[in-house]
């Protein structure tokens, strides 16, 4: 439903929202969630990035960039986030590239993907950064690199 919701338009209002405050926080409880698989995180913040954006839908956008990178690191392995000027870059080790075919389609889900994923996330991501004109990158060398812009 959230997908359709987002596709017509069908979101509260529109305000300008600091990305960096959205990712600390989320990233400070994923921190915590997720402290028993020893992982190393770094912030790094060199700019604002501030978008007008529905704030739910900022928190989801941020919230399921980050989670993948928390779900898909493995044990003792490095996330890096940076904010700049119209930027967010979130780098985490990982074993092997996403598939670009399936990254973004509904239901997929990664082999190391807990059980209860619906597979949505990036999708949901998509639709967002679509319906904001928000441009979002993936890249993989030996690390996997996702990049959202304005």
Known sequence: MLLTRIS??????IEQISLATIVQEI????SEIY???SLQV????EGEFIL???EDL???LITNLLKNAFIHTPERGEIKVYIG???LRIENSGDKPLDLAYISGRFHRAGNTPEESTGLGLS???AICEAFRLHLSYAYTYRHLFELKK
């Open 124 to 126: 949901i991501v998509q």
């Open 85 to 87: 000027s119209g930027i």
């Open 35 to 37: 402290e028993n698989r």
């Open 42 to 45: 770094s912030y790094q913040e």
């Open 58 to 60: 900022a928190c989801i």
């Open 8 to 13: 017509n338009r069908q979101y509260g209002g």
């Open 52 to 54: 007008s954006i529905n």
């Open 27 to 30: 990233l400070s409880d994923l």
